[in-house]
């Protein structure tokens, strides 16, 4: 049977491999501490002792437990409490495949394989009813651990079995394997497999395969993989979108980043901050104004400022360098009455110069006011006001001028 030739490799040929999880996260309760603190060889008995007390009753306490020993990097006694919870199932005789499924979801996480396969055994020997999530569960933890053949095996053999015949999530899993290991005629097969099969992969089997051929440098399949997700009428995620951001940066072509803002606009998706960060900088950096003003108007009013301050003032800063007064004041009076503040000096100066070379002194009085309440001018400021007042003789501007600098002990 094919299911034991993986078997036979697994124990000949693998041993135990636990993965650093992530970084320490702090005591999540007293039970967490006791066991981060307990030596090894006290944790199952202080499971067993915690199981048998009233408020743990019901059993779901392991769970969250396991997890939060992952986070706490303290994988060995992840482990330790898997193997106390399948114990514990066996003696209770629970025929119930899914709580074996999910010890087995765990063993994934550290790439244990070998404790994976041993519950497989258990649930085998006891004559319990294998399901396809079991099955999942098993291959993707042998697709964790890289053992690539025997996930293949376990695939064939549920191929062969009533009940347990490969789903979507089988097919996600061998996408997003092959994805991470850089084959993308691999990952390709597998998702052509899988709409054979009848099934549209997840938005994760897409993320896999977007990211992975943009890693792979094949924008032309990253891009068909695109839109075909797109023609299903599935969302992007922000993986995905900074994915395609990549792709058509690298395609160079005209009008990418104005197409991209459109498609996010027409189809209402929504920008992290990693991927708003990268437009601004490509918006800002390229001069176009079309573009910064597309931009700002899908984050406006957003969770990050800082991105909105930046496309405000690269926004004014175009327009007063190209002397379109009416706009440069629509857009100064729309960011400062959004809320936004300017933040540097030289975004008042360039102001200021364009009402100069226009001669709206007028107008720039105006603008002067409406700031002073918030906005401090500073030397160079200064500077540039008596310099304009100066050249054009207004005398009376140019003496204010003078004696706020006094004030400001800047004279």
Known sequence: MALAAARRRLWRGMGTAAAAAASASGTEGTLLARLVSDPESRVKATMEEVASSAQHRDGG??????????????????????EWKLEKLLKEEIHDCGPYSTIIHFCAQT???????????????????LNTGIFNALVNTFLSAGDLLSAMTLYETMEDMDGCKPDSTTYDAFISAFSLLGSGHAMMSWYVAAKNAGFTPSIQAFESLITGFVRLNKLDDAKTVFEEMISLGIKPNSAILEANLEMLSRKEEANTVRDFLKRVSDGNWELNKATVGRLTRICLDGGEIDEMEQLLSLIQNGTDLSFETQLHHGIIRFYAKADRLADMEDAFCRMLDNGVMFM??????????SYFRHKEFDRLDLFLNRIQSFFKLNRSTYDILVSGYRKFDLHERLHLTINDMRQAGLA
């Open 61 to 82: 306490f392991w769970e969250p437990l396991a997890a939060a020993l992952l986070r706490a990097s303290s994988p060995t006694k992840a482990h330790l409490v898997l």
């Open 111 to 129: 790439r244990n394989a070998a404790l994976a396969m041993r519950v497989f055994e258990c649930v085998e020997a006891r004559g319990i009813h």
């Open 344 to 353: 540097c000096p030289e975004d008042v100066e360039v102001i200021i110069c």
